[in-house]
C-alpha cells in the first residue's frame, strides 16, 4: 500500500536505527530545512552509536533565538565519521565552538570533506542510480588528492562516487498521505536529492493533506522516495540570522 | 609608509566589482565583501543573483526583526527576499547550474591568489580542516570569476603571489582581483595591473604584492562613483 505511515511519535520513527548506521540529514544551516524533531529524537531517544552523517554541516541544529539561541550538537562520541562541506559548523559563524573541530582535529572522529556541489551531486546519483561521475571540482585541491584524474575534451575531472545511506531525514513543510512532499523556499536544498538516496526515508513535515489536494506539478518530492512521515506542530520560532527565520 | 597609506574601505571595492556588470548577467555573491556588490548594483541592470543555497532570483534583504518571508535565505544564512520571476531548486539543481558553465560571473573572497589564477580561500596554513562548502564548484564552475579581498592581511602578509602556499580551492580560475589599492587582471603570463586606489602608484601596489606586475598602458585610478 503506498498511503505511508503517519507517525505521532517521533521517537517510533526513529527507534529502528541501529549502531553503525549512515544518516544523511538534510538542511542547509543547522536551522534551514533541518529536521530537527527527527534529529532531537535520534540524539535523545535513541542509543545509536558509531553513526555516519552525512550533509552540509556537522550534525548540530539550532534552537530558538537572539540571546536564547542554542545549538544542540550530536556528540561526537556516538559518530564514527561525518560527510559534508562545512564542517565549522552554523554555530562557529556566530562565535559558538562546535566540539567537531576538536573531534575531526584529533582523529576521534573521521572527516570526509567534500565540495557543495560534489556533495549534492554525489547524493543525487547515489538516489539514480549512477554509481561514478566526473566534475572539474577538486582538481589540484587537497580534497580532490588521490582521486581518479581523466581527461574529457582537454579538460581534467574527477571521478567522484555516488553516496547512499541507511537513512535520510528531511524536513518539508507538506505532505500528503502518499508522502509527496512540498517544501518552502530555500528550506528546500539538501532534503530532495536525501530523500532519493536512502534505504529508509523519513520526512517531517508540518502539515498531512489527502492524495490529491497537492497538485502534481507542484510536488517536489514523490512519495516513491518516502517511507515514513512524522507530522510536528507548525514550527514558525525564529531561529537563525538577524531576523531568525527557518 | 605603505602600512598606513590609505586604502579603500569594503563598500568601495563592492562598488567597483559591480560597475563590471554590463547587464542581464546571472552572478554568484560569495560571503563577506562580495555579498555587499549586490548593494551597489543598480536594479536597472536587472542582474540576477543566484545563492547557492537554492535560489535563482535574491532580492533584498528582509526587514531586521520581523519575518517577511518564512524560510528565505541567502547562502550567508541571512534572510532574503526572493525578486519576481525567482527560481527555487535544491542542492543538485543549483549546482548544476554552477557546474554547467551557466553561471556567467562568481565573485568569491580569497585568502591568496596566484598568478597562474590559482586560488587559496578556504583554509589557512596549519589548520586540520577548513570549511569548502560551494567555494570550490563556483570558482571552478563560473565562466568569470572574480575576487574580492583585501590586498594584503591586516598582518601585512601579502596575498597575491606568485604560487599560493595555502591549500588549494580550484586551480587556474581567477580571471580578476579587484582589491583596497588596486584592480589586476589574472593573463596567461601573470598579474596585469589596470587600476590604483587614488593616491597609489604602480610602484607602491607593487611593493605590496608577491608577484611581477606588468602595468598596463591604460593604468588608470579606481573610480570612486557608482556606474
Known sequence: MAIRPVYTDPAQAV????????????????????????????LQTTQARDLTFIGNGTPQIMLGEGEQRRFLVFPPERVRKVICSF????????????????????????LE?????????????????????????????????????REFDGRAYLMERWLRADFAFVKAIKADRLGNLVYRNTARNFNPPMAMAATVTIAEVEEIVEPGE??????????????????????????????GNA | MLETKERLPRELIAMRVAAEFKGGEFVNLGIGIPNLVADFTSPDKGVIFHAENGLLGIGRAQEVGKIEVPDMMNAGGQPVTAIPGAWLMDSAESFAIVRGGHLDIAVLGGLQVAENGDLANHMRAGRKFGSVGGAADIATGARRLFIAMEHTTKEGELKLLRRCTYPLTAIG?????????????????????????????AEEVQQVTGAPLRVSPNLREIALAPY
Open chain 1, 15 to 42: 527507534a529502528d536505527v541501529p549502531d553503525g548506521a549512515s544518516i544523511m540529514l538534510g538542511g542547509f544551516t543547522a536551522a534551514l530545512g533541518t529536521p530537527k524533531v527527527l534529529f532531537q529524537a535520534l
Open chain 1, 87 to 110: 564542517p565549522g559548523g552554523a554555530s562557529v559563524r556566530q562565535g559558538i565552538p562546535n566540539p567537531y573541530e576538536q573531534a575531526f582535529g584529533d582523529g576521534s572522529v573521521e
Open chain 1, 113 to 149: 570533506l567534500v565540495p557543495q556541489g560534489t556533495l549534492a551531486e554525489r547524493i543525487r546519483a547515489g538516489g539514480a542510480g549512477v554509481p561514478a561521475f566526473y566534475t572539474p571540482t577538486g582538481v589540484g585541491a587537497p580534497f580532490g588528492a588521490g582521486k581518479e584524474v
Open chain 1, 214 to 243: 497537492i497538485p502534481p506539478e507542484l510536488i517536489v518530492t514523490p512519495g516513491i522516495f518516502v517511507d515514513r512521515l512524522v507530522l510536528v506542530r507548525p514550527r514558525h520560532e525564529p531561529v537563525e540570522g538577524r531576523n
Open chain 2, 173 to 201: 580560475v581567477v580571471k580578476k582581483v579587484f582589491t583596497d589599492v588596486a584592480v589586476i587582471s589574472v593573463e596567461p603570463d601573470g598579474f596585469l595591473l589596470e587600476e590604483v586606489a587614488p593616491g597609489w602608484t
